[in-house]
C-alpha cells in the first residue's frame, strides 16, 4: 500500500466487562474512501473512537499519519462526527459551525461554507433545537467537516438523510477525498458501501474482510452488495458456533 | 483564543434561553423581597447582605452542573476533547461565562437591594458585587468538579446539598461562628463560602475595603483556582 495514512496493530478494546475488539488489525489508505460495515453492536463505534483517541483501549497501537493515536498533534488534522448528533441545541447552526471553527483558528466564512456544503444554509439562523432530525445530523457534520480535515471519521453520516440530500453528501465526500483526504465511515446501507474504495467488514469486533466493494460480492459469489454482506455475516457465524 | 470563544459561546448559548436569564434575576430579587417583609432594619441588613452573596454561589453551582453535565450526555465534550480546546479553556471559558452573566446578576439584585428594599451597609455596595461575583465563580468552579461525579440529572442535583448546603449551614449565616462547637468550626474553616461571607459582613461593618476582606477575598480566589485544576484532573480525554 502506497501511503497509509490508518494503521491498526492488534487492538484490544473492553467497553464495561465485555470485550468488543479481538485483536483488531487494519490498515486505511490514504486519500481514500472506507467504508465500516458490520452487524449493529459489532464494535464500529468503537473502532472509530479508538482512532479518534477518545477510547481507552486494553492494548495493541493506532497510528494516525504517523503519531500514536490520541496524539495533541492529531486534533487538528482529524474530525469526528459522533454517532448521535453533537451540537449544542441551544446554539443557531451557524453559531454552532463558527465556534468550532474558531477552536481550529478558522473563520466565519469557513464555517459559513461548510453549512452550505451540507444543505443547511436557509436553515443556518435557527436552533438547533428546533431542526428535523435528519437536519440536526447534518449541523453536527457541518462541524465535523469544518476544519478541513486530513483525516475524517463520519459515524453514520448519512442516517435520515433522503436519497437526493444522500447522493449530494457522499459527492461531497469524494470532492474530499480527491484533495487527499482519507476517510472512514460507517454505515447500514449498502448502496453507499458501493461507493466506497474499500471496504472494512467487522462481525462481533473481529474484521472479516478487507478489500474493494467488487472483490467483497466476487468473495461472497454474488453480485448484490447486500447479499454479499448476510453471506460473509452468516458464514462467519456458521464458523463460529 | 479558544478561551475567547468558548466563553464566547457560552454566553451565547445563555442569551438563546430567555427564561433563564429571567429567573437569574427575577428569583433572587423577588426573594431578598420576601426577606424584607420578614425581618425588619438590622435583621434585614445582616441577612440581606449575606443572601446577596449566597445566591450567585447557589445558582451558579446548579446552572454549571447541569451545563457540563449536558455537554457530557450529548457528545459536545467528546468532540470538544478531539479539537485542538485545551481543557483548561473550556472550564475558564465557563468560569469566567458564569462569572460574567453573574456579576450582572449581582449589580441588578444589589440595585434592588439598596434602592428598592433599603439595604443599609457601611461599606460601598460595589465590593458587595465583588463579592458575589466572586462567589458565582466559586459555583462555577464547584459545580464543574461535581459535574464529574454525576452520570445524570439527577445526580447532579443532589449534589447541591452535599456541597452547597453545608457551606450555606455553617458559614454563620444561621449560628455566629463564634458559637459553633469547636469541630463545627473547624469545619467551616476550611469551606470557601465561610470566607466570602466573613467578606461580605467586613463591607457591612465597616466604611472603607479591610484587610480581611482582601484576605478572604484571597482565599476564595485560591479556592476556585484549586477547584478548576481539580476539575482539569477529572476531565478525560479518553473514556471507557
Ligand atoms: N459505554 C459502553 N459501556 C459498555 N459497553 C458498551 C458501551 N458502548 C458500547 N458498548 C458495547 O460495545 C459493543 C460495540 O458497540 P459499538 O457502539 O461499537 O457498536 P456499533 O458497531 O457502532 O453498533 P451500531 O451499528 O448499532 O452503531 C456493543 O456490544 C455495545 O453494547
Ligand atoms: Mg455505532
Known sequence: MANTAIKVNDLVVKRGRRRVLHN?????????????????GSGKTTLMRAIVGVQIVESGEIQVLGRPAGHKDLRSQIGYLTQAPSVYADLTVRENARYFAALYGLGAKVADAAVRDVGLSDAAGQ???????????????????VSQP????????????????????????????????????SSHVMDEANRCDRLLLIREGRLIADDPPAAVKASAGTDDLDQAFLNLILAGQEAAS | MTLVHTTGRILRQ???????????????????????????????????????????????FLITSIAMLRERTTGTLERLLTTPLRKTDLLFGYGIAFGVA??????????????????????????VILIAAANAVLGVALGLLASAFARTEFQAVQFMPVVALPQILLCGLFVAREDMAGW???????????????????????????????RDLAIVGGAVILALIAAAGTLRRRTP
Open chain 1, 24 to 40: 483488531f488489525t487494519c490498515s486505511i489508505p490514504a486519500g481514500s474512501v472506507t467504508g465500516l460495515l458490520g452487524p449493529s
Open chain 1, 127 to 145: 436552533l438547533v433545537a428546533n431542526l428535523s432530525g435528519g437536519q440536526r445530523s447534518r449541523a453536527s457534520l457541518a462541524c465535523a467537516i
Open chain 1, 150 to 185: 486530513r483525516v475524517l471519521v463520519l459515524d453514520e453520516p448519512t442516517v435520515g438523510q433522503d436519497p437526493v440530500l444522500r447522493d449530494e453528501l457522499w459527492k461531497r465526500f469524494r470532492d474530499f477525498a480527491d484533495q487527499g483526504t482519507t476517510i472512514l465511515v
Open chain 2, 14 to 60: 445563555l442569551r438563546h434561553d430567555r427564561r433563564t436569564v429571567a429567573l437569574l434575576i427575577l428569583v433572587p430579587s423577588l426573594l431578598l423581597t420576601l426577606l424584607y417583609y420578614m425581618f425588619s432594619g438590622p435583621v434585614f441588613d445582616r441577612v440581606a447582605l449575606i443572601m446577596l452573596g449566597i445566591f450567585p454561589f447557589l445558582i451558579m
Open chain 2, 102 to 127: 453573574a456579576a450582572v446578576q449581582a449589580a441588578i439584585v444589589s440595585g434592588v437591594a439598596y434602592w428598592l428594599l433599603g439595604l443599609d451597609t457601611r461599606g460601598s455596595a460595589g465590593f
Open chain 2, 184 to 214: 463545627l468550626q473547624a469545619i467551616s474553616d476550611v469551606l470557601p463560602l465561610t470566607y466570602s461571607v466573613e467578606a461580605l459582613q467586613e463591607v457591612g461593618a465597616h466604611a472603607d475595603p479591610t484587610g480581611t476582606m482582601w
